[in-house]
């Protein structure tokens, strides 16, 4: 049974590794399926949004902490793509629309990161041991 749960994941990451670098270049939105079927064995396991680390109880004071050193480290990355000369060109739109593709994306694989962190981190369907 061990073996069998560890499928799941293993699946999940070998669709990954297969949309980043092979299917995305011929099937761009295919990546939709990831986390469709990810959202079904969720469903099938009963699992809230909340069981699987999703919530907004504590986005205040996270930003608060948080936000400082992300905006710096932004800026930092900034600065150096434009010493470096790094940096693309590309128009308000284009940015946009980069942006509008990638955070389903992104969301969809912090998704991933934490439903199968919070599943397994609490022994459903097996534990991870610390060693």
Not at 50 to 56: D, I, K, P, S, T
Request: aromatic residues 12%.
């Amino acid at each position: 049974m061990r073996k069998l749960a560890l499928l799941e994941p293993l699946l999940v990451f070998g669709l990954i590794v297969a949309y980043i670098w092979k299917l995305r270049f011929v099937h761009p939105t295919c990546w939709i399926a990831i986390p469709a079927l990810m959202i079904f064995s969720h469903l099938l396991r009963h699992e809230s949004p909340r069981a699987l680390g999703f919530q907004l109880h504590n986005l205040p004071g996270t930003l608060s902490e948080l936000g400082p050193m992300l905006i710096l480290i932004a800026l930092l990355l900034l600065s150096a793509g434009m010493v470096l000369r790094t940096l693309r060109q590309f128009g308000f739109e284009d940015a946009l629309f980069a942006l509008a593709a990638y955070l389903p994306w992104g969301l969809s694989q912090q998704y991933a990161l934490n439903g199968y962190k919070s599943r397994y981190s609490r022994g459903h369907p097996m534990r991870f041991s610390r060693s």
